[in-house]
């Protein structure tokens, strides 16, 4: 199976992402969400899914080859259900809190035996870092914030950072306090493919892509630091300081929170693929792909794609992300689709979540 091209090279039985690490204001602007759509969202830890139905989708379905990863969805509907915005946060790590442990059992106890097992397991890490702060993902970025970010910059020059600026002051501070020696040197170790692929990524994840990631991220980095304003990215936010700022990712804002909690009976969670989906007959008209194209070989990618289109309805809207891999619809289905350019150059500069290189946008003709 095409989809399944990176299952038999990447470990699947941890979790990856504790929380989903791209823009879902972004993902939401290009899919357009009506009222009447079946959107397919890969599931990551649900973030992303849950922001689209928040969009008014009358179903989404969310798929992933990793168990663990839709344990983390079950794990945030079971918070939906039984907490308030507030212990919300707390549980997911966005905010300091001390009760944790308390609020993660209250959350389990909604939740099948195998996963209250899953979780249970997990509690002490829940306790200190959060459900949003459990991935290996997260961790990484976690040696980054205390082993690594300490011996170059200060905690009062990270908080100057997330300090609300004009676009001219954010460039000199840049320029002038943030992008020294010490700075560009880090990025060239931290970033590199070898440490990413170690702490961050599974090392499958490169294998389809020419070069590394440190010289990108050196270079996305002043888009995320001058052209966007710090303060109002939360991805930045926790990467630094290991919390949410008062801007938050697009599922967990208040003004969202009673929507999603209402509508989780729309929400499937399922340990499948996208061709599993066209073998049954689903038809989407919204796709969330994530950066799935990223860890196969053209001949997967173009595999994939054909599986993406027999589960598509005429006009379905596709999304996804690439990092480093350049992927958009192969040769042998591009008159199946057009590519909607102009929304794409609208929001790509608006991308909070910065280290992606590409964000594409795809019609089905």
Known sequence: MADTDIAKRASFDIIRYAQAWEDADILAAALRVKPSDTVVSIASAGDNALALLAEGAERVIAVDLNPTQLACVRMRMAMYRTHSHQ?????????PSGRRKHLLELAAAKLSDEDQAFWASRKDEVGRYGVGGVG?????????????????????????LLTPREPQQRAEFYDKRWNNWGWRQMVKVFFSRFVMGQLGRDPAFFDHVEGGPAAQVARLTRKA????????????HWILKGTHGEALPRALEAERFEIIRDRLDRLEVRLCTVETLASEGVKADAFNLSDIFEYMSPEAHEAAYGTILAASNPGARIAYWNMMAPRRVPASHASKVTTNGALEAKLKPLDKAFFYSDFVIEEVV
């Open 225 to 236: 630091l001058v052209d966007q304003d710090p303060s109002e990215n939360p991805y930045l």
């Open 87 to 95: 212990d919300f946060l707390e549980l997911m790590g966005s905010r």
């Open 136 to 160: 290996k993902f997260e961790k990484y970025f976690r040696t980054f914030r205390e082993w690594v970010i300490p011996f170059i910059h200060t905690r009062e020059v990270i908080d100057l």
